[in-house]
């Protein structure tokens, strides 16, 4: 892998206090270019900018926490102009890796059509899957909510998916 260490000028312009940052590749030092330029161009401040490097950096490197931050960040339209389907590229990744409120936000994003196509058996596989690692939040209610609109041959699809998800550890689901 290409190592490139890279002075961040602009991140120095807007107070970053580390001056250089190592880019491990050219994707990610885009990426760092892009989100803080559009957090400078939309009037973020620093510690705003700061913040959306840092959690840039640690998705990109696999945290799963950052990279379900980063699926909020663009869900909400935080620090980013608000765009699904990246929401729901971070926040799969992050899902992948059982990173329960990850889980919980991809099954949002499937009941309601966001980023990907509304689909009720892969909301409710997913809300069951953070459901059963024990989400404290409201998987469980949202999972039910969903089985409303379903028939038992749905729900019972649903349930198989989430068994074999569970199997395959989470990858690929």
Request: proline content about 0%; hydrophobic content about 40%.
């Given at each position: 892998m290409l190592t490139v260490t890279l002075c961040l000028i602009p991140l120095v312009l807007l107070g970053s206090t580390t001056g250089c940052e190592v880019i491990r590749t050219a994707d990610m030092a885009y990426n760092v270019f892009k989100l803080v330029r559009v957090a400078y161009q939309l009037g973020g401040s620093t510690d705003e900018t700061d913040e959306l490097e840092e959690v840039l950096l640690l998705a990109e490197q696999g945290n799963s926490e950052s990279q379900n931050k980063l699926g909020e960040f663009y869900d909400y339209g935080w620090g980013v102009p608000r765009n699904d389907e990246e929401a729901v590229k971070w926040y799969r990744l992050a899902a992948e890796q059982r990173h329960v409120p990850a889980q919980s936000n991809l099954g949002w994003m499937y009941k309601m059509g966001?980023?990907?196509?509304?689909?009720?058996?892969?909301?409710?596989?997913?809300?069951?899957?953070?459901?059963?690692?024990?989400?404290?939040?409201?998987?469980?209610?949202?999972?039910?909510?969903?089985?409303?609109?379903?028939?038992?041959?749905?729900?019972?699809?649903?349930?198989?998916?989430?068994?074999?998800?569970?199997?395959?550890?989470?990858?690929?689901?």
């Open positions: 966001r980023g990907v196509k509304m689909e009720n058996i892969r909301a409710h596989m997913w809300f069951d899957i953070a459901a059963s690692l024990g989400d404290k939040d409201n998987a469980a209610k949202f999972r039910d909510e969903v089985a409303r609109y379903m028939t038992s041959a749905q729900i019972a699809k649903a349930q198989k998916l989430a068994r074999e998800c569970k199997r395959k550890n989470y990858e690929g689901c």
